[in-house]
């Protein structure tokens, strides 16, 4: 199965590191794209030493990159989604690497959501019309935060799904869409 991971910025980014090992250890092929709100909270060397490849960070750094990794992948999954790149999603805005990628995406791809933010972020009416609106124009599977002591020392819903859980929904979509 090829895996197109999208990693944005929050601090549940490093999480992200684990999902990619599970992956890998599943006989996955990955390639790994990385927000620059990301690179704030993990940097691409840690990918980089996981796959042997460099993540996909600068939208310009091929012509075609975008279109070529959609075309690519089996399933897309973005862990954790940020609250900012939701709603880029949901508007169908594309300014960055994994934004245009998940744009260009082809429809027959799963599209897998696995947010992670401050539970006020996630219990905001925003989020909640966009993560359906997600759900409505692409078919986005969501797998719901849980609820446990956030980073921000709150404690809710907010808390990005174990990777393990991550991987299971991921495999178990490549194997629906096969």
């Known amino acids: ?62 012509a075609m990159a975008h279109i070529e990794l959609g075309k690519w992948a089996d399933v897309c999954c973005i862990a954790p989604l940020s609250a900012h790149t939701l709603a880029k999603l949901a508007n169908g805005l594309c300014d960055d690497m994994l934004s245009t990628t998940i744009l260009a995406l082809p429809s027959k791809v799963p599209l897998i959501l696995a947010p992670a933010m401050n539970t006020n972020m996630w219990n905001h009416p925003m989020t909640q019309h966009n993560l359906k609106k997600c759900q409505e124009l692409s078919a986005a ?10 980073a921000c020392g709150d404690y809710g819903v907010g808390g990005l799904a174990a990777p393990q859980d991550i991987m299971t929904i991921i495999s178990n979509s490549f194997i629906q869409n096969s």
């Open 141 to 150: 599977k969501i797998i719901d935060p849980v609820e446990k002591r956030l």
């Open 1 to 62: 199965m090829n895996l197109l991971l999208g990693v944005t910025g929050g601090i549940a980014a490093y999480k992200a590191c684990e999902l990619v090992s599970l992956a890998l250890k599943s006989g996955c092929q990955i390639e790994v794209m990385m927000t620059n709100g990301a690179c704030q909270f993990i940097g691409p060397l840690s990918f980089e030493g996981l796959t042997g490849k460099a993540p996909h960070v600068d939208t310009f750094s091929s």
